[in-house]
């Protein structure tokens, strides 16, 4: 059965979707978005995806065509006209259509707005029950990576590099430190059962689910440090694990083929996993 999807103002059968071949985010990159998972047919943490959107837009001087209350709706009805009942919609706003030129097109050019919904399994996910295998990369990506674009190639690089090394992820690093994985942030549990993960700037995305995590955590007498840490650091630390929308919490077991801890997903990584889900079935729209 055919989806459907939102373009410019229209819900259409996902094979009738059209987009202009001018559209910047196609020619460009330029272009953000945003994934709000979906749990029991309701969304989780979308007033933190909008409010990072609208951080995004401000950064890079671009408009939205309607209101957060108008993407509410807009979320809402894809997840009913789909019967979506665990996964994610994701939203990308582009600069809208021009001729192309490096230059942005004058003011007033309409923005593009594009959603859709995708099924997947969030709560009883394997990878939460078996683990993460991470190989580290160089960290090659532009320097803005707390604006959330779509420049991804990247990321799918990474990932597929790491694949190729028998692992599930890359963690990128710069400096000597891990920045984050491609698509999620990076945590440790260090030899004080201390959480560490990046502290926030234009290095990394400022993760919604981090944020929730990182409250859970304070709110459960977990202590909780902001800092950069190196890889070696990591493959010693008693646990590993990322976070992101769609995969919530996923517990690391290996980096650059060493067993972090004893190999298995450890009991932090666990019980914020299970609190995280908890709170999002109680409070999600």
Known sequence: MSRTVYVNGHFVPENEAEISVFDRGFLFADAIYEVTAVLNGRMVGFDGHMARLRRSLRELE????????????????????????????YMQVSRGAADRDFAYPAPGTPASLVMFTQ???????????????????????WSRRDIKTVQLLYPSMAKME?????????????SGLVTEGTSSNAWIVDNDNTLVTRELSRALLHGITRATVMALANSHDMKV??????????????????????????????????????????PFARELRRLYIEASLNSAD
């Open 225 to 266: 440090e902001e800092r950069g840490f190196t890889i070696k650091e990591a493959q010693n630390a008693r646990e590993a694990f990322v976070t992101s929308s769609t995969a919530l919490v996923h517990p690391v077991v290996a980096i650059d083929e060493r067993p972090v801890g004893d190999g298995t997903p450890g």
């Open 119 to 141: 099924e997947k399994s969030i709560i009883d996910s394997p990878v939460a029950e078996r683990g993460l295998k991470i190989a580290s990369l160089p960290d090659m990506r």
């Open 162 to 174: 790491a694949k190729k090394r028998g692992a599930d992820d890359a963690w990128l690093v710069e």
């Open 62 to 89: 671009m408009g939205l065509p309607t209101s957060d209350q108008r993407l509410r709706e807009i979320h809402l009805e894809l997840i009913d006209k789909n019967a979506l009942q665990e996964g994610l919609v």
